[in-house]
């Protein structure tokens, strides 16, 4: 027979509301308590029944969170972020991944609406003029979370990070350590790219620079293509002196390019990042980056959709952003400051 919370109740002489809600880490419960709890609750090998506990609360405890991929740092960052905070709540995450496709993802979604998933949480590549499949959503009232990707005209909570100020605190920064020819490998046609763009030019005006028409290059959201367009950068005369570049990982790759065509890092030309992945500082050149609150993005969404999934009330739509800051490394660092 399998055990119960009456079985860990008797045993203990507590009530059974008492065990409940010490194992779904709710209400005020004493820490001694507690700690008896889960320790006898583990000394009988005791499993919750989901299925019960789905009837009585009309909830499955279940979360999908939908990502563009798997692969990229910033995206496995999230995943864990938002599981880390979930998980003591009781709750588990159904992940998924639709490759960047509008279509896949709007699937991908019903899906998961199918599973009867409490909420979601979603770094979208949908657009103004594809938003039935949130309708669906919406109709379902299933609450959700946009990340990383606002859409315009979409009242939806989303948390992200503030990417008009990574652009112009990266260029800010190669201003300010001499450079005078500032390019940007700029990320695909998605709104955060274009943000990230704005923010540079912007920053270049206020510091009186006119931009080179050839030092704005594509290079994509990954180190092949960042590579390759470093290359197509590395072409234009007079050659650039700095470089910003939409994410790590495209960084990465133009610094590959730029130390294939001989030339220094950073006394030719200097790279910043953005993203502040895991590796960025065990490089051979360690990566100046724009720490964009990674983590902090995965835990706010998760605790807005536990709030929203919880209120017995309508709530209105939050916008949450968060202020990126810069990471200086040996990428910008020019001799000088190295010898320091």
Request: a positive charge; aromatic letters at 6%.
């Amino acid at each position: 027979m399998p055990v119960t919370m009456q079985d860990i109740a008797k045993d203990l002489k507590v009530s059974v509301v008492t065990v409940s809600k010490v194992l779904r880490n709710q209400g005020r419960i004493s820490d001694a308590t507690r700690k008896r709890v889960l320790r006898r609750a583990k000394e009988l090998n005791y499993q919750m029944n989901w299925v019960a506990r789905s009837l009585v609360t009309r909830r499955t405890y279940t979360i999908g969170l939908l990502l563009p991929e798997f692969a990229h740092p910033f995206f496995a960052e999230i995943a864990r972020a938002v599981a880390q905070t979930v998980r003591p709540q009781g709750y588990h995450v159904l992940i998924s991944s639709f490759e960047e496709d509008p279509e896949l993802e709007a699937s991908e979604i019903d899906s998961l609406l199918a599973r009867q998933v409490d909420g979601l949480i979603i770094a979208s590549s949908q657009t103004p003029s594809r938003l039935n499949v949130f309708k669906r959503v919406q109709e379902r009232k299933t609450p959700y979370i946009l990340i990383d990707r606002p859409i315009a005209g979409l009242g939806a909570c989303f948390v992200g990070v503030d990417n008009r100020a990574i652009g112009r605190l990266a260029t800010e920064h190669l201003i300010a350590k001499g450079c005078c020819r500032i390019g940007h490998l700029r990320g695909p046609e998605v709104r955060i790219a274009a943000e990230r763009l704005e923010g540079y030019r912007r920053a270049l005006a206020k510091g009186g620079f006119r931009p080179h028409s050839g030092y704005i290059v594509c290079g994509g959201h990954g180190d092949n293509s960042g590579y390759q367009g470093m290359r197509q950068l590395l072409e234009v005369r007079p050659l650039p002196d700095g470089v910003f570049c939409y994410n790590d990982p495209v960084a990465i790759g133009a610094m590959k390019a730029i130390l294939e065509a001989g030339l220094k890092l950073p006394q030719d030309i200097a790279v910043v990042g953005a993203g502040n992945v895991r590796y960025s500082d065990v490089l051979s050149v360690p990566l100046t980056t724009i720490d964009q609150g990674t983590c902090r993005i995965g835990v706010l969404a998760a605790e807005l959709l536990i709030a929203r999934i919880g209120s017995k009330s309508s709530m209105r739509p939050q916008k949450i952003l968060i202020p990126p800051r810069l990471v200086e490394r040996e990428s910008t660092r020019r001799p000088c400051e190295l010898i320091q």
